[in-house]
């Protein structure tokens, strides 16, 4: 046994020793003395623990035991390959088609106002929340609100249901714009001009009458893609080639995540760029043209009176939240990817900051192409105005242009009224600015195909990579529950596409745009803001505000500002249940609707859902938020439907001794703020809150705890696995014996009691700054 500890010993100061090599940042010729980091690198407690538990490893299978097990978590090769991930999932269609049209709608620059005051107080902290709570427990959605508390079992289903219904309709986007993607490799493009009259007369007659009403990219859409109906009750005609664009979406979303978001993560080096390559084409083509500036001046002018409506910080408190994904738990599977001493705050303000930096890109090259349309409609309107006059003029023998008000006065003709800011403000949100404005100006381009092929080559990677984390949320969930544990990821990826491909198919006829109106009206809005609302109550309210403020902590190396904590608690809460009660109130009061095209006018209208449609659209919200409330009152009753699971690997008291961390109180100012009790109770979880929680049979303690989220069986040795950059490592992570134990300075060791480890890292250090003094 000695030979066995001196073993691990040396094992452990070799490891110690390559971890201060990372901490090690410059040597300062003047102090003689190596200056430090005050955080180490994300990987440097890999090489603090992974000679140690290996010998440890090495010593069991010696003695004749079975290798320890544990439970393996994938990791991002590079903190670049999250970054782009992140920023993939974050920014989508919803940044290029709905921000630029909101911004113009709700009082042009002073959207800006109630936008970024709802990313301050509402996406932001709920940004970081998701990621640190991942990274700290090293789970999905679905495992990381169970562990949490037993209570949030179902915030992490409800999480995944919602991800799996959204991921449904989200694809029928990305076929939508690879049918254009494929129509675009043809000169002239096929919604420049409307269909000419070929085979039988009279049907074509009429088709080119409406193609005549509608205008041609508008008929393409609407008669050619979506082959739409008059009404929800109307199916029509199945679809085929949407059907098979879907396919080829399912298959290739299937491909570049069939062995997990991580392991296939190499598509995100072009998902996520690619975009930003063609914004930035886009953008120096925008402002080359003519009628630029009055687009831009149109979309950026204020209207301050706009901020009197609280509509509009509603729409604001609405973008926000859907454009950074959050809720989906995709961000909370990416987290747990993460190093564990990974600093996901800086993580979490440059992800928000890109979203919002490329809204504001998205919508100056928009609003800069639909100022050179309104100036090309503009001159059209002029030159039909004046040949009109003109005509008129020359039926009349010696009229002059003086006289043509009184003539037209007479004849009871009115000419077109041509206006640059009426035209402007026929933007639109959504499929009508994609796939109907866009195109219209890609029609007035030179070489449209080009730009046509740009364009929705962009759309399908935007989509494509908010795909990829909405379904990495339900996968990670699957695996956590264990639904299918024979089976590898890559057969469970494919079974969840192929079942959301199947189901998928209802949005593939004459109706199947009205179906998808009908999905994107209720299947995400409500219960996102539910699930969004019960994961900051979750952590603020029951698991403790000052207990994840301790993980947090324990990950970054500095406890939360005040302001973090404030708006976990208080202000993203009450935000959220106010654009949740405004958006149902509004709902009552103005009742919803939805866009059914119609042929003698050639336009869209507004009708109202059908009765069976409000009870298809309170299933879709009922299916997402049920699992809330019916996952902890079916334990109360005895029934488990979520399984116990094993905490994922979490290296707490080495990240002590990494970290530095010291104890800390709160302030009087932060008790206060915080509604906390006067106590003197430290963020930092000593090892008697440790032992006496395990002593309660790993259950979550009550909120005056500090301790640590994952509890540990006591005075067991748990020996878990992780694979860092590829690297398969065992490393230990238990609690230590109680004090009365008899041995407690060798059993320190073989605990991994954090006090050992800052005396062997002093030791080290000082025998390498000795060695090179004499050198």
Same mark, same amino acid.
């Not at 076929?175 to 074509?204: K, M, R, T």
């Not at 198919?505 to 009908?518: D, M, P, S, T, W």
């Given at each position: 046994?000695?030979?066995?500890?001196?073993?691990?010993?040396?094992?452990?100061?070799?490891?110690?020793?390559?971890?201060?090599?990372?901490?090690?940042?410059?040597?300062?010729?003047?102090?003689?003395?190596?200056?430090?980091?005050?955080?180490?690198?994300?990987?440097?407690?890999?090489?603090?623990?992974?000679?140690?538990?290996?010998?440890?490893?090495?010593?069991?299978?010696?003695?004749?035991?079975?290798?320890?097990?544990?439970?393996?978590?994938?990791?991002?090769?590079? @903190?670049?390959?999250?970054?782009?991930?992140?920023?993939?999932?974050?920014?989508?269609?919803?940044?290029?088609?709905?921000?630029?049209?909101?911004?113009?709608?709700?009082?042009?620059?002073?959207?800006?106002?109630?936008?970024?005051?709802?990313?301050?107080?509402?996406?932001?902290?709920?940004?970081?929340?998701?990621?640190?709570?991942?990274?700290?427990?090293?789970?999905?959605? +679905?495992?990381?609100?169970?562990?949490?508390?037993?209570?949030?079992?179902?915030?992490?289903?409800?999480?995944?249901?919602?991800?799996?219904?959204?991921?449904?309709?989200?694809?029928?986007?990305?076929?939508?714009?690879?049918?254009?993607?494929?129509?675009?490799?043809?000169?002239?493009?096929?919604?420049?001009?409307?269909?000419?009259?070929?085979?039988?007369?009279?049907?074509?007659?009429?088709?080119?009458?409406?193609?005549?009403?509608?205008?041609?990219?508008?008929?393409?859409?609407?008669?050619?893609?979506?082959?739409?109906?008059?009404?929800?009750?109307?199916?029509?005609?199945?679809?085929?080639?949407?059907?098979?664009?879907?396919?080829?979406?399912?298959?290739?979303?299937?491909?570049?995540?069939?062995?997990?978001?991580?392991?296939?993560?190499?598509?995100?080096?072009?998902?996520?760029?690619?975009?930003?390559?063609?914004?930035?084409?886009?953008?120096?083509?925008?402002?080359?043209?003519?009628?630029?500036?009055?687009?831009?001046?149109?979309?950026?002018?204020?209207?301050?009176?706009?901020?009197?409506?609280?509509?509009?910080?509603?729409?604001?408190?609405?973008?926000?939240?859907?454009?950074?994904?959050?809720?989906?738990?995709?961000?909370?599977?990416?987290?747990?990817?993460?190093?564990?001493?990974?600093?996901?705050?800086?993580?979490?303000?440059?992800?928000?900051?890109?979203?919002? #930096?490329?809204?504001?890109?998205?919508?100056? $090259?928009?609003?800069? &192409?639909?100022?050179?349309?309104?100036?090309?409609?503009?001159?059209?309107?002029? &030159?039909?105005?004046?040949?009109?006059?003109?005509?008129?003029?020359?039926?009349?023998?010696?009229?002059?242009?003086?006289? +043509?008000?009184?003539?037209?006065?007479?004849?009871?003709?009115?000419?077109?009224?041509?206006?640059?800011?009426?035209?402007?403000?026929?933007?639109?949100?959504?499929?009508?600015?994609?796939? *109907? *404005?866009?195109?219209?100006?890609?029609?007035?381009?030179?070489?449209?195909?080009?730009?046509? *092929? +740009?364009?929705?080559?962009?759309?399908?990677?935007?989509?494509?990579?908010?795909?990829?984390?909405?379904?990495?949320?339900?996968?990670?969930?699957?695996?956590?529950?264990? $639904?299918?544990?024979?089976?590898?990821?890559?057969? !469970?990826?494919?079974?969840?596409?192929?079942?959301?491909?199947?189901?998928?198919?209802?949005?593939?006829?004459?109706?199947?745009?009205?179906?998808?109106?009908?999905?994107?009206?209720?299947?995400?809005?409500?219960?996102?803001?539910? *699930?969004?609302?019960?994961?900051?109550?979750?952590?603020?309210?029951?698991?403790? !505000?000052?207990?994840?403020?301790?993980?947090?902590?324990?990950?970054?190396?500095?406890?939360?500002?005040?302001?973090?904590?404030?708006?976990?608690?208080?202000?993203?809460? $009450?935000?959220? $249940?106010?654009?949740?009660?405004?958006?149902?109130?509004?709902?009552?009061?103005?009742?919803?609707?939805?866009?059914?095209?119609?042929?003698?006018?050639?336009?869209?209208?507004?009708?109202?859902?059908?009765?069976?449609?409000?009870? #298809?659209?309170?299933?879709?919200?009922?299916?997402?938020?049920?699992?809330?409330?019916?996952?902890?009152?079916?334990?109360?009753?005895?029934?488990?439907?979520?399984?116990?699971?094993?905490?994922?690997?979490?290296?707490?008291?080495?990240?002590?001794?990494?970290?530095?961390?010291?104890?800390?109180?709160?302030?009087?100012?932060?008790?206060?703020?915080?509604?906390?009790?006067?106590?003197?109770?430290?963020?930092?979880?000593?090892?008697?809150?440790?032992?006496?929680?395990?002593?309660?049979?790993?259950?979550?303690?009550?909120?005056?705890?500090?301790?640590?989220?994952?509890?540990?069986?006591?005075?067991?040795?748990?020996?878990?696995?992780?694979?860092?950059?590829?690297?398969?490592?065992?490393?230990?992570?238990?609690?230590?014996?109680?004090?009365?134990?008899?041995?407690?300075?060798?059993?320190?060791?073989?605990?991994?009691?954090?006090?050992?480890?800052?005396?062997? @890292?002093?030791?080290?250090?000082?025998?390498?700054?000795?060695?090179?003094?004499?050198?």
């Amino acid at each position: 046994m000695p030979t066995q500890q001196a073993h691990w010993m040396h094992q452990l100061y070799k490891g110690l020793w390559w971890n201060s090599i990372f901490m090690c940042s410059s040597f300062d010729k003047g102090s003689k003395k190596y200056r430090t980091r005050s955080q180490g690198h994300p990987w440097s407690l890999y090489f603090s623990l992974h000679f140690y538990s290996e010998s440890r490893q090495e010593t069991n299978l010696e003695a004749g035991g079975a290798p320890p097990e544990g439970e393996e978590r994938e990791s991002w090769d590079s @903190k670049l390959q999250f970054l782009l991930a992140t920023v993939g999932y974050a920014v989508g269609l919803g940044n290029v088609w709905r921000f630029p049209y909101l911004a113009q709608k709700n009082g042009g620059g002073a959207f800006l106002i109630p936008y970024f005051v709802m990313l301050t107080f509402l996406g932001l902290p709920l940004f970081y929340l998701e990621l640190a709570v991942g990274q700290r427990i090293r789970k999905g959605s +679905l495992g990381a609100w169970h562990q949490v508390s037993p209570k949030l079992g179902g915030v992490g289903v409800a999480s995944a249901v919602v991800s799996f219904v959204v991921a449904l309709y989200y694809n029928t986007v990305i076929a939508w714009c690879l049918y254009y993607l494929f129509q675009s490799f043809q000169s002239p493009l096929p919604w420049s001009d409307c269909p000419h009259a070929i085979g039988v007369v009279d049907n074509e007659t009429i088709l080119s009458q409406e193609c005549e009403r509608a205008g041609p990219t508008q008929y393409f859409w609407y008669r050619d893609t979506l082959q739409i109906t008059q009404d929800l009750s109307d199916p029509g005609s199945f679809n085929w080639k949407i059907a098979g664009c879907m396919a080829v979406a399912w298959v290739l979303i299937y491909v570049c995540i069939m062995k997990g978001i991580v392991a296939s993560g190499k598509v995100v080096y072009v998902t996520a760029v690619f975009p930003y390559l063609v914004l930035l084409f886009f953008f120096c083509r925008g402002v080359t043209l003519r009628g630029m500036s009055d687009g831009i001046t149109h979309l950026f002018t204020p209207r301050w009176e706009k901020l009197e409506d609280p509509v509009v910080w509603l729409e604001a408190g609405t973008q926000i939240f859907f454009s950074l994904g959050l809720a989906f738990g995709g961000l909370i599977a990416f987290g747990s990817y993460n190093p564990v001493n990974n600093n996901c705050l800086k993580d979490a303000i440059l992800v928000s900051i890109t979203n919002c #930096f490329t809204s504001l890109l998205a919508a100056v $090259v928009v609003f800069s &192409i639909l100022g050179f349309k309104a100036h090309e409609t503009h001159d059209r309107c002029l &030159i039909e105005r004046n040949a009109t006059a003109a005509a008129i003029l020359e039926e009349e023998s010696g009229a002059t242009w003086d006289d +043509l008000q009184n003539i037209l006065g007479k004849k009871n003709i009115t000419l077109p009224v041509c206006d640059i800011q009426e035209e402007l403000q026929k933007s639109a949100a959504g499929t009508g600015l994609a796939f *109907i *404005i866009f195109t219209e100006a890609i029609n007035q381009f030179p070489f449209p195909p080009l730009w046509a *092929i +740009l364009f929705f080559l962009m759309l399908f990677t935007l989509g494509a990579d908010s795909q990829f984390g909405t379904l990495e949320g339900v996968i990670s969930s699957l695996i956590d529950l264990k $639904v299918f544990p024979d089976l590898r990821k890559e057969a !469970i990826s494919g079974i969840v596409c192929f079942v959301c491909m199947v189901i998928s198919l209802i949005f593939c006829h004459g109706a199947g745009n009205y179906i998808f109106q009908l999905f994107d009206a209720f299947a995400g809005n409500i219960p996102l803001l539910v *699930i969004g609302l019960f994961e900051c109550i979750g952590i603020s309210y029951i698991y403790g !505000i000052k207990r994840f403020a301790s993980d947090v902590e324990l990950m970054c190396g500095s406890r939360p500002s005040l302001y973090w904590l404030v708006c976990w608690k208080v202000i993203s809460p $009450v935000l959220m $249940v106010t654009i949740l009660t405004a958006s149902l109130v509004k709902m009552v009061l103005e009742g919803s609707t939805y866009l059914a095209w119609e042929p003698s006018l050639g336009e869209s209208i507004d009708k109202q859902w059908p009765g069976w449609a409000w009870g #298809f659209a309170l299933l879709l919200v009922s299916l997402g938020i049920i699992w809330i409330p019916l996952v902890p009152f079916a334990g109360l009753f005895g029934f488990q439907l979520l399984a116990e699971e094993p905490p994922g690997w979490f290296p707490e008291k080495e990240l002590r001794s990494v970290q530095d961390v010291t104890p800390q109180r709160f302030t009087a100012l932060e008790r206060a703020l915080l509604c906390l009790s006067v106590s003197t109770e430290s963020l930092k979880s000593t090892d008697d809150e440790l032992g006496s929680r395990s002593a309660d049979g790993g259950q979550i303690p009550n909120n005056s705890s500090s301790a640590a989220l994952i509890p540990q069986p006591k005075n067991t040795l748990r020996v878990s696995s992780a694979r860092s950059s590829g690297v398969h490592t065992r490393v230990i992570n238990s609690l230590k014996p109680s004090a009365k134990s008899p041995r407690r300075e060798s059993n320190d060791l073989q605990t991994g009691d954090s006090k050992s480890l800052p005396r062997a @890292k002093s030791e080290s250090h000082k025998k390498r700054e000795k060695n090179r003094n004499s050198m």
